[in-house]
């Protein structure tokens, strides 16, 4: 991002409102580096913890809502376009990278004023919370990878099409309709950038190194990652700090296709709680696949 937006010319693509809102949570815009950030904010009591919200690869936060909604009342929830996606602006002449995008959150954050945060992501704002956690390591409470993107699981783009076109058959019929203006708004050009830079970060390596309770949530029905054997098997190589939970039958958009149980296992997550299935709902299981050695070990609620 440029630091000066006074010697800067920026793309504004404008503030748009549509008729209808996407969502129970307020809409809002901010200003950022001199660019225009549309955002959803919850309204909460001041003490309230405060969890921030980054989607994927070509998307707008507008498809993490149906998990950002159902955490709204006990969390200060905060759910941006980061910049050149959704509704918000694009920088001019700059192309945008993981750390790009993790210093326009920590930029976003300034702007509301928010010292520290828990980060949920889906995808490739994964890697982008990993790369927050590196350079902003004081500003993060805990951090949340739902169906983390990126490496060479996913190279080359062929290939990572192919996994794209898998997953969509896999998805609700009604993330298409959230999904497809949004990949029509970012465009090609910067759809071969951004998969450049996601592919190169280094994501794996970033996320054993983090020092934060980590959580990462997976679906077995997911084409974008390895199997959750394999996941768990390079986890277990080290000492970290990662919880690895897998949601039976789930794809790779958690947050829009099972908000019920997201949600239940952030919660769990969030107060150390122990892993288990959401109470009375039969519909997926949860399974509990790793604990790192540096995990915080569940603790019994008490009654």
Not at 88 to 100: F, T
Request: net charge positive; aromatic share 6%.
């Amino acid at each position: 991002m440029v630091k000066n937006p006074e010697k800067a010319s920026y793309q504004h693509r404008g503030r748009m409102h549509p008729r209808r809102p996407a969502s129970t949570l307020a809409e809002r815009w901010t200003m950022v580096d001199g660019v225009d950030i549309f955002y959803r904010e919850s309204v909460n009591p001041p003490d309230a913890r405060v969890i921030t919200h980054l989607h994927g690869f070509g998307l707008s936060g507008r498809y993490l809502l149906p998990t950002a909604e159902l955490l709204a009342d006990e969390f200060h929830t905060l759910v941006p376009d980061l910049p050149g996606f959704g509704r918000s602006a694009k920088p001019r002449n700059v192309a945008l990278d993981i750390p790009d995008l993790a210093h326009a959150a920590a930029r976003f954050l300034d702007a509301k004023d928010i010292a520290k945060t828990s980060l949920v992501g889906n995808s490739m704002g994964c890697p982008v919370i990993v790369e927050f956690a590196r350079r902003y390591p004081e500003r993060i409470d805990r951090a949340v990878l739902v169906s983390p993107a990126g490496g060479l699981h996913n190279q080359p783009l062929r290939r990572a099409v192919g996994q794209l076109a898998r997953d969509g058959g896999r998805e609700p019929r009604k993330m298409v309709g959230v999904a497809t203006p949004d990949y029509l708004r970012f465009g090609v050009p910067s759809t071969f950038k951004m998969f450049r830079a996601l592919t190169q970060y280094p994501s794996l390596q970033r996320l054993l190194e983090l020092k934060v309770p980590t959580l990462v949530v997976l679906g077995t029905r997911d084409p974008l990652l390895p199997g959750p054997a394999r996941i768990k098997e390079i986890a277990a190589q080290d000492e970290n700090h990662v919880l690895i939970v897998v949601l039976d039958g789930a794809a790779h958009a958690i947050n829009f296709s099972h908000p019920a149980e997201l949600a239940h296992v952030i919660r769990l997550f969030m107060d150390d709680r122990p892993i288990v299935d959401v109470p009375g709902s039969p519909r997926t299981r949860i399974i509990e696949l790793h604990r790192g050695a540096n995990h915080p070990e569940a603790r019994e609620e008490k009654s």
